[in-house]
């Protein structure tokens, strides 16, 4: 199963409350909120898929047993007795070392145990851990899939852990792609790419990713639209959003991305009635009502602008930055002690 993580990311939107007047001018910068689901990925479902007939044993060893119950403990989140029985089961030669070993690191991975996860990776590979910590070594690395996966473990936990070696974490990631049919190493190099501005290529590696798993296709899409207008590329991106739209006509997710495209594009009406839909398709998307507010806001229609942002607050009372917007729209109405109220407020909760 997917459990992606949510990124809220920038359209940038420009006005500003005039001191004594009930009317807003172009200077100050506000964000709508653009969806991206794709994170770093560990939990490696995609593996179990892609590898069912080769991966399990057909025997019913100790070791076997051992492997498919610690498969159980992995996705039940009981790593430490996942770690065990694959530990137990990586003795018998009918179960996988490589996958027993790759699934350990998993484990701690999810423990967030860095170094128990180079310390497995140099087990596997028989090379000393200050090795594999050397950008140069996977330069000439062979390809073999303990490699693969080794690389990928270390690079992802870095990226995840310790963000100051990014020589090694571009090292790593790069070498898991040398897998041609590792899903999860496209998507976490893609997210690194992203994460570094790179968006070129992050659009090459989603795409990638997208003909590996065209079930998978809606998280990727999401952010490829995302992606394709950072990169200065709008029609893409419309493009991505439509055919979004056409396979999951009921993603609300989607609808709000494209209302904000049409907002970046300067078409407000449109922007308006496609994230109108994604409220109407989904009510409790805080990002959809938040962006329609902000348009709302920039057209100068203060009152709607209040209500959506109070809609939003109605849903989540910790909504910093609904409290934060509604300030502009009650003092573009007059209300200058509601707006001190609701400024307070935005500022206590990103406290």
């Not at 910068?29 to 593996?47: G, H, M, N, P, V």
């Not at 310790?162 to 997210?191: H, M």
Request: aromatic share 14%; net charge neutral; charged share 25%.
């Amino acid at each position: 199963m997917i459990n992606p993580l949510k990124k809220i990311l920038p359209v940038l939107l420009l006005f500003v409350i005039v001191a004594g007047e009930s009317r807003v001018v172009m200077a100050q910068e506000l964000e709508l909120r653009e969806i991206c689901y794709l994170d770093y990925r560990t939990d490696f479902a995609s593996l179990l898929e892609k590898n069912k007939d080769s991966l399990f044993p057909s025997s019913s060893t100790l070791g076997a047993m051992h492997f498919y119950r610690g498969l159980s403990y992995l996705e039940r989140s009981m790593f430490p007795e996942a770690i065990q029985d694959f530990r137990i089961a990586r003795t018998d030669s009918s179960v996988s070392r490589t996958f027993c070993n790759f699934y350990i690191g998993v484990a701690f991975m999810r423990l967030n145990q860095s170094d128990s996860i180079l310390k497995i990776c140099s087990e596997a590979l028989t090379v000393p851990v200050s090795q594999l910590k050397n950008p140069a070594f996977w330069q000439d690395a062979p390809v073999t899939q303990d490699y693969i996966f080794s690389g990928y473990l270390i690079g992802t936990n870095e990226a995840l852990n310790n963000l100051t070696d990014t020589n090694l974490i571009e090292a790593c990631l790069s070498f898991g792609t040398k897998d041609r049919d590792f899903l999860e190493a496209y998507i976490n190099y893609g997210v690194w790419n992203f994460q570094n501005g790179h968006y070129n290529k992050t659009i090459d590696l989603y795409k990638h990713a997208l003909d590996l798993k065209p079930g998978y296709d809606s998280a990727i899409l999401l952010c490829m639209g995302y992606v394709y207008r950072l990169a200065g590329d709008p029609d893409q991106s419309m493009k991505a959003y439509i055919l979004l739209k056409s396979r999951y006509p009921r993603f609300a997710e989607g609808y709000n991305n494209r209302g904000c495209l049409y907002a970046y594009l300067e078409n407000n009406g449109k922007a308006l009635s496609t994230l109108t839909i994604a409220i109407r398709k989904d009510r409790a998307l805080l990002d959809a009502l938040c962006n329609r507010g902000l348009v709302y806001l920039k057209l100068k229609k203060y009152n709607q602008a209040f209500d959506d942002f109070s809609d939003a607050i109605r849903i989540d009372s910790k909504f910093a930055d609904a409290y934060y917007y509604r300030g502009f729209a009650r003092k573009a109405m007059g209300d200058l002690v509601g707006s001190i109220s609701d400024y307070t407020r935005a500022i206590d909760l990103k406290k």
